[in-house]
């Protein structure tokens, strides 16, 4: 099935540091979603976004819905050990999402 | 807060076997979901199901059925198990079909393992 484009695949950072990954496709999306999953769980949402431009805030996470309606972009400040985990990106079709690769994100404290 | 419940957390079956995978949720969504995520493969759609006894294909739907006789209620079955079942799956679901504005929420998983 079709996937969308993720990036970076993993990284690691110091506590502390700022995290930026995004999310890119062919298509056009009229919704963006971003998941955070820790090993062994289910995908817990962090933030949807419904518009073109905008911006959305949830706690020390930033998500931005890109112009083009092809992309978005997620921001972590300031990150700490429980930021740990995989976080991927999903764009909302008719009956269906179709989800990025996801990017790992490990902390060192 | 929206909660999506699969019945087990870890399941091991025997080759063969029928499994029935169960998810309920309690927000009145209209869509259900059912997904396998896999290393290296991400997420794909088994089933999904708009509304009471409708069902669709998803992407890799062979070995298994759905059943979705309430609202809430949203059953995974692999008719006869075998080791490449072996997997994590996820119930997820969203309020609308026809509405944008309908993220998708999970349940926490169920790990399988089919021996």
């Known amino acids: 099935g079709q996937q969308l484009n993720q990036s970076p695949q993993s990284m690691f950072i110091q506590e502390g540091e700022d995290v930026s990954m995004n999310c890119t496709s062919s298509?056009?999306?009229?919704?963006w979603l971003w998941y955070k999953q820790d090993p062994g769980e289910g995908p817990v949402l962090l933030i949807a976004?419904?518009?073109?431009?905008e911006l959305t805030s949830n706690g020390r996470l930033t998500a931005q819905f890109g112009i083009t309606r092809k992309d978005s972009f997620l921001n972590i400040s300031a990150s700490i050990p429980s930021d740990v985990g995989i976080y991927f990106c999903?764009?909302?079709?008719?009956?269906?999402?179709?989800f990025g690769t996801g990017t790992r994100l490990k902390v060192l404290a | 807060d929206v909660k999506v419940t699969q019945s087990s957390r870890y399941l091991v079956k025997r080759t063969g076997e029928k499994v029935f995978l169960e998810c309920v949720q309690d927000?009145?969504?209209?869509?259900m979901f059912w997904y396998r995520q896999d290393p290296g493969l991400g997420l794909r759609l088994i089933y999904f199901?708009?509304?009471?006894?409708?069902?669709e294909k998803g992407d890799i739907p062979e070995g298994y059925s759905v059943s979705r006789e309430k609202k809430e209620r949203f059953s995974l079955i692999l008719e006869s198990a075998s080791t490449n079942q072996t997997s994590m799956y996820l119930c997820?679901?969203?309020?609308?079909?026809?509405?944008?504005?309908?993220?998708?929420?999970f349940g926490n998983g169920t790990r399988l393992t089919v021996t």
């Open positions: 997820a679901s969203s309020l609308y079909t026809a509405s944008y504005n309908s993220p998708l929420h």
């Open positions: 298509s056009i999306f009229n919704t």
């Open positions: 976004l419904y518009k073109a431009g």
């Open positions: 999903a764009g909302q079709l008719p009956k269906r999402y179709i």
């Open positions: 927000m009145d969504h209209e869509n």
């Open positions: 199901s708009y509304d009471v006894k409708m069902k």
